[in-house]
């Protein structure tokens, strides 16, 4: 006699076996313990996923943009005003934007346990009106290089020094372990405290010093300077006037933008303090014939691969000089960079030419190169 087994209703293997055995029973139309486990089980995945999915944004800058686009976006639509203390002095306004590097390395709106504050492994400290500004949004493109994008005026400035390394590391960005921090205030080079207070900080910190003709950045200091007090309605002496003494017929050397330009002067103090191989001079000039040639001799000083290529620029006709190209735009200095020079006298440029040229013939015997401004 044949056993008219009760129609299977559950997939599960054990009530099968138990009803093919004899078992003359119907088959349970759902079982709560399993409900129970398939429940826990699809909530322990999805957890799962989503922990995976967050995972994805923290381990770098560039996973973080692909997967938090909102408030990537929110980031890049942000642009600081910043008034720089040096620049106060002499009326420029410097804007500093959020995507200045594109990337957000380094930035304190997001990170994560990898990154923290550190005190700069690089001091770019000169020279005033060499190029020092465009010097560090160039090497901000480097991934690798963390800028503090504001002049800190630490180890100038009295005031801030006695506040403590505490508080300037506070003030540096957030960075990975493999990045270098690098920050600017190009009064450093010329101000006789700072070599031995950045050595009391590290003594290992690596030095970049950018350099131009001499005349020509006394005169964009003077250009500068200029600009500050017509805008502010005072009258201001004309480059000649406040460059020869009208006395003697010869250089003023006290004239700051003149005193700033005597360079062996200001390097010996430092030299005191680092040795020549923790120093890498840029050549101002080359630095705006040819970006990329210079700043893979500065890729080379800080042990870095070289990354910035001939990509990230674009010559601009208009201003004369060479623009960032970004990812998704174009970044150019701002308007008060580059300012025209106005027209020298032949006998002040001569009188210059001769108060310079055994100068700088220190300097050249100094770091062994000779920059040809004689």
Known sequence: MSTNYPAIIDDDPEV???????????????????????????LGISMATIALLLLQCLPSPSRYALCCRDLAALNRAIVV???????????????????????????????????????????????RKAGT????????????????????????????????????????????????????????????????????????????LILRDPIERAISDYVQIHSTKSAMGKYHESFDELVIDPDTGQVDADYRPIERSVYHKHLSRWLEYFSLSQLHIVNGENLIRDPVAELRKVETFLGLDHRISAESFYYNKTKGFYCMRLQRRQKCLSPSKGRRHPDISPTTMKVLREFFRPLNSKLYDMIGVNFGWN
């Open 133 to 208: 500004r465009a010097l560090l949004q160039f090497l901000d493109l480097h991934p690798a290089i963390a800028a503090q994008k504001q002049e800190m005026h630490f180890f100038d400035d009295d005031e801030h020094y006695a506040r403590g390394l505490a508080w300037y590391r506070k003030r540096m960005p957030r960075t990975r372990p493999e990045q270098v921090t690098i920050e600017k205030t190009p009064a450093y080079f010329v101000e006789s405290a700072v070599p031995e207070r950045v050595r009391d900080m590290d003594r290992s910190t690596k030095l970049l």
């Open 81 to 127: 005003k910043t008034i720089e203390p040096s620049d106060v002095e002499n009326g420029d306004v410097i804007y500093v934007d959020a995507e200045y590097s594109e990337r957000n390395k380094g930035g304190d709106r997001v990170h994560n346990k990898r990154t923290k504050r550190r005190l700069p492994q690089c001091i770019i400290i000169g020279v």
């Open 16 to 42: 099968i076996t138990r009803t093919r055995r004899g078992v003359e029973r119907q088959a349970p139309q759902c079982c709560p313990q399993l409900t129970r486990f398939r429940l826990m089980a699809a």
